[in-house]
Structure formats: structure tokens, C-alpha cells
């Protein structure tokens, strides 16, 4: 077998299995869609929900499911089995709250199993109560106002640590003081560097998500600016990563003027 065959055809293999073995999902979609956190990280305590229209949430755990649940029509709703990350049917799994695994997103954990088996024996490690949908979905409602005030304040201190990021990474020599005011930018279509508290802006980010991404891809908004000599917005995929990410893309958010 000629050698470029060879190493072709072992690219092709690596190719297939790297496909294989990520989750799919995680591949379509990285971020929780309602607070922006990272799901190859949260893959375990992951939730995707079908709306009515076809289209799919993803959220990183049941405390962010539920309250899509509650604002929009969901068709089906699929819960990660806490031993392997795979999705299932949440209506259908076995659920483990207030053991002494920490909460995604709340102070107490609720948990999906697949097999009951393993729950059981979970249990048995971890303590809770063992339960189905239904309960643990009200376990996140009454949760709710407490768990919130805490991620109020877990939100607070994210934003202080992404201003200090926006700072270090020079966002604000173009986008301005506090992200206000941009500087001018001959050429592009708005003619200056866009504020974050703008309405545009509003419009254009609906979600943290998209922040995220926007921050890490780099964004031109037209072909005009495209094509321009103008300052493009940097992708900082290379630079800034994790938890100082997420700082900035709460820090950025606060400054959205909602419309
Ligand atoms: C070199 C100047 C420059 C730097 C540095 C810069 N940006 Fe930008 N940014 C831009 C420009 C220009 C645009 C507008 C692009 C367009 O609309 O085509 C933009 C757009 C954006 C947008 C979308 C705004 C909207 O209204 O749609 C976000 C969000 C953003 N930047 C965040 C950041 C963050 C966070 C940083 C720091 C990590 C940063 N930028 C650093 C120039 C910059």
C-alpha cells in the first residue's frame, strides 16, 4: 500500500472515531443557552429540550431547564444520566436530590439516572432522596428564589473579575470606558467601534451564549465592514478561555441595555 494511502487512510480512521466518541450534542452546541456555562463541563447534569417548533435548548442543568420549561412549549425534554453523560428520557429517569453532590446552578443537587440500579447504589454513597421527574422538577421550584439570590451574587462577582478581564485584554481601548463608547472607525458602517450598552447591541446578542461565542469568534456584522479597512472585531478564542470567559461575558451582559 502506497504510503500516502496509508496515512490517509489513518486520518480517515482518527477522523471517525473523534466523531464517534464526542457526543454529538456537545459538538452542536457548547453553551448552556439560558447562563452561557460550559456543557463539556456540565455534560453530566445536561438537559436538551424540544420545542414545539423543532428547534432545541440546551441547558446545563435542571435549575436552567425548568425555567425554559416554564416560559415556552416544550414537546420533549431529554435529561443527561448522571453516570455517562448520555441523554435520556427525562420523564423517565431516576432522580437523586440533596445528596452530597454539589448543585449545578442551585445548592442542591437533583441528579438524572438512566438505571435504577445505579441510582440505588449511588445513593448508597452519596445519601438524598430518590425520586422521579416530576418531584425533582418541583424540588428546582421550590429552590428557585433561594438559588437565585445566590446566583445573584455568584453573577456580581463574576462581573468584577470580567471587568478586570476586559481590562487586561485592551476590549476597552476600542469599545470604551465601561464598554460605552467605542472609538471611531473609519470605514466601517457605524463609523465607530459599538458601545454595550447600545440598542443595537441588544439586538443583535440575545443571549450569553451568543456573547460567548461572538467573543470568541470575532464578529463582522456586514459585508461592508467585511470588506473595509476598518478595525474588526478580534477573535479571542486563543486568549481568553474558562472561568474568565464566563467572567466577561457576564461583565459585557451587565452593561446590555435590554429593549
Ligand atoms: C481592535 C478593536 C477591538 C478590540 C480590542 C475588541 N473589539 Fe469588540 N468589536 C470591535 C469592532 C470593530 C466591532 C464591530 C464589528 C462589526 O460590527 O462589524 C466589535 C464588536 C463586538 C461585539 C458585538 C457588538 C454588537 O453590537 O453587535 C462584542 C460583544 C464585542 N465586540 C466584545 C468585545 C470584547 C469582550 C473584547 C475584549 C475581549 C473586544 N470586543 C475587543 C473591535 C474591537
Redesign the pocket.
Known amino acids: 500500500m502506497g504510503k500516502k494511502l496509508q496515512i490517509f487512510i489513518f486520518m480517515f480512521l482518527i477522523a471517525a472515531l473523534a466523531f464517534f466518541i464526542l457526543p454529538q450534542e456537545i459538538k452542536a452546541q457548547r453553551w448552556c443557552n439560558l447562563c452561557a456555562m460550559d456543557l463539556q463541563k456540565y455534560y453530566r447534569t445536561k438537559y436538551i429540550l424540544t420545542l414545539n417548533d423543532g428547534s432545541k435548548k440546551y441547558t446545563c442543568s435542571i435549575h436552567c431547564a425548568a425555567i425554559i420549561i416554564g416560559a415556552e412549549k416544550v414537546q420533549k425534554i431529554e435529561a443527561a444520566d448522571y453516570m455517562t453523560g448520555n441523554m435520556t428520557d427525562a420523564g423517565k429517569a431516576y432522580y437523586l436530590t440533596g445528596s452530597d453532590i454539589r448543585g449545578v446552578m442551585s445548592m442542591t443537587s437533583k441528579l438524572a439516572f438512566a438505571k435504577k440500579a445505579e441510582a440505588l447504589a449511588f445513593q448508597k454513597e452519596h445519601g438524598g432522596k430518590l425520586t422521579d421527574f416530576n418531584s425533582a422538577l418541583n424540588a428546582v421550584k421550590i429552590d428557585m428564589a433561594k438559588d437565585i439570590k445566590m446566583l445573584k451574587q455568584k453573577v456580581k462577582n463574576l462581573i468584577k473579575l470580567g471587568k478586570a478581564?476586559?481590562e487586561a485584554?485592551?476590549?476597552?481601548?476600542?469599545?470604551g470606558t465601561d464598554?460605552k463608547g467605542?472609538?471611531i472607525?473609519p470605514g466601517?458602517?457605524?463609523g465607530y467601534?459599538?458601545?454595550?450598552n447600545?440598542v443595537?447591541?441588544a439586538?443583535?446578542?440575545r443571549s450569553k451564549a451568543q456573547?460567548k461565542k461572538?467573543?470568541l469568534e470575532g464578529?463582522?456584522?456586514?459585508e461592508e465592514?467585511?470588506k473595509s479597512g476598518?478595525?474588526?472585531?478580534?477573535a479571542?478564542k486563543s486568549?481568553?478561555k474558562g472561568k474568565e470567559l464566563h467572567a466577561?461575558?457576564n461583565?459585557?451582559w451587565s452593561l446590555r441595555q435590554a429593549n
Open positions: 478581564v476586559a485584554n485592551s476590549c476597552l481601548a476600542c469599545h464598554g467605542g472609538i472607525n466601517s458602517a457605524a467601534v459599538p458601545a454595550w447600545r443595537e447591541f439586538e443583535d446578542i456573547l461572538i467573543i464578529f463582522t456584522k456586514n465592514n467585511k476598518a478595525l474588526k472585531m478580534p479571542w486568549f481568553i466577561l461575558v461583565y459585557v
